[in-house]
């Protein structure tokens, strides 16, 4: 049995069920009375939700010791930028009416518009280089060049906050689980390193090379 299948499936229905509703309502006209801002708040928090899950899979990998949650990663990244850039695109088709001189004038007015977009802006190099031959061509710098993905989901995240007016409850509790998976992160790295330190240089080297390999390991 491949192991890998369900955590394909989940993860392709993670992206295709939430567009397929958002179509399916579109169709139905089930939007509520402004649904361009409906199709703007799903398609973001979507966004948020597939972006924090992207990011769980690393510590989900090392608690489970299973290697299926990094192979699904890409997958779960793509989706992440795929609805991102749906959430661009409603804001910049309908609000902006594609006025390129409207969209400079919010990154300069609105600093929530600024910290979305500069968002989108660090995961296009993510979503460009996520292939395989990206990769091999880029070797360790593949690795540096993907946490972009942190101060991305921060920036998200804040942009979310600062978006809301009111009830600020959601956006909190993103940004309480995007801390929660940073701290993780922050704690895994300082073992890593504490663990390279105590070993021989020899092994430090093999270590290394393997942390690399697992960290940047493919579908």
Not at 191 to 202: F, G, N, W, Y
């Given at each position: 049995?491949?192991?890998?299948?369900?955590?394909?499936?989940?993860?392709?229905?993670?992206?295709?069920?939430?567009?397929?509703?958002?179509?399916?309502?579109?169709?139905?006209?089930?939007?509520?009375?402004?649904?361009?801002?409906?199709?703007?708040?799903?398609?973001?928090?979507?966004?948020?939700?597939?972006?924090?899950?992207?990011?769980?899979?690393?510590?989900?990998?090392?608690?489970?010791?299973?290697?299926?949650?990094?192979?699904?990663?890409?997958?779960?990244?793509?989706?992440?930028?795929?609805?991102?850039?749906?959430?661009?695109?409603?804001?910049?088709?309908?609000?902006?009416?594609?006025?390129?001189?409207?969209?400079?004038?919010?990154?300069?007015?609105?600093?929530?518009?600024?910290?979305?977009?500069?968002?989108?802006?660090?995961?296009?190099?993510?979503?460009?280089?996520?292939?395989?031959?990206?990769?091999?061509?880029?070797?360790?710098?593949?690795?540096?060049?993907?946490?972009?993905?942190?101060?991305?989901?921060?920036?998200?995240?804040?942009?979310?906050?600062?978006?809301?007016?009111?009830?600020?409850?959601?956006?909190?509790?993103?940004?309480?689980i995007l801390l929660a998976l940073l701290a993780f992160r922050v704690q895994s790295v300082g073992i890593s390193l504490r663990r390279r330190r105590e070993q021989p240089p020899a092994v430090r080297v093999q270590i290394?090379?393997?942390?690399?390999?697992?960290?940047?390991?493919?579908?």
């Amino acid at each position: 049995m491949n192991h890998l299948l369900p955590w394909r499936v989940a993860a392709w229905a993670l992206g295709v069920v939430p567009l397929a509703f958002a179509v399916k309502w579109t169709f139905q006209s089930l939007l509520g009375p402004n649904p361009v801002e409906f199709l703007e708040h799903y398609t973001g928090d979507w966004t948020l939700r597939l972006l924090l899950t992207t990011l769980a899979m690393t510590p989900l990998r090392k608690v489970t010791r299973l290697s299926e949650p990094i192979r699904v990663r890409r997958i779960l990244g793509l989706w992440t930028y795929a609805f991102l850039c749906l959430h661009f695109s409603i804001y910049l088709v309908f609000d902006l009416g594609l006025s390129v001189a409207q969209l400079g004038a919010d990154l300069v007015k609105r600093t929530y518009i600024t910290l979305g977009f500069s968002a989108w802006l660090m995961l296009l190099p993510l979503a460009i280089t996520s292939t395989n031959a990206w990769q091999r061509r880029l070797k360790r710098r593949w690795v540096t060049l993907h946490q972009l993905i942190y101060p991305a989901a921060i920036l998200g995240c804040t942009h979310y906050y600062w978006l809301v007016k009111a009830d600020t409850r959601e956006p909190l509790i993103y940004l309480a689980i995007l801390l929660a998976l940073l701290a993780f992160r922050v704690q895994s790295v300082g073992i890593s390193l504490r663990r390279r330190r105590e070993q021989p240089p020899a092994v430090r080297v093999q270590i290394e090379t393997m942390s690399a390999s697992t960290s940047s390991e493919r579908p």
